[in-house]
Nanobody, 123 residues
Framework: QVQLVESGGGLVQAGGSLRLSCAASGRTFSSNAVGWFRQAPGKEREFVATIMRSGDSTYYADSVKGRFTISRDNAKNTVYLQMNSLKPEDTAVYYC????????????????WGQGTQVTVSS
């Protein structure tokens, strides 16, 4: 069983940066793609980014493309989300999860969700 723990969230002003971490324990997840999703109050969980198991391919939501960068360190069993030029609309709880098959953009394709980390961007 894999357990994922997100960290790195916080309060930042618009235009600022944060780096989120997603640490896995229980077993290695180097054989899985890993994705980041986010959920704002009153809204559905939405795809942010995903990275393939080797780290050589990544996918991003249009809303974060050019501002966010996903990366992974399989030796540390950790996936990162570097978030730059943050906007108030980026405010949400951010989750990571392991991809189990199917569309990379659908939350239904992922398992082993972490508890989430809050990101708040003030204007």
């Amino acid at each position: 069983q894999v357990q994922l723990v997100e960290s790195g969230g916080g309060l930042v002003q618009a235009g600022g940066s944060l780096r989120l971490s997603c640490a896995a324990s229980g077993r290695t997840f180097s054989s899985n793609a890993v994705g980041w999703f986010r959920q704002a109050p009153g809204k559905e969980r939405e795809f942010v980014a995903t990275i393939m198991r080797s780290g050589d391919s990544t996918y991003y939501a249009d809303s974060v493309k050019g501002r966010f960068t996903i990366s992974r360190d399989n030796a540390k069993n950790t996936v990162y989300l570097q978030m730059n030029s943050l906007k108030p609309e980026d405010t949400a709880v951010y989750y990571c999860a392991g991809h189990m098959g199917g569309s990379y953009y659908s939350s239904g394709s992922y398992r082993f969700w972490g508890q989430g980390t809050q990101v708040t961007v003030s204007s």
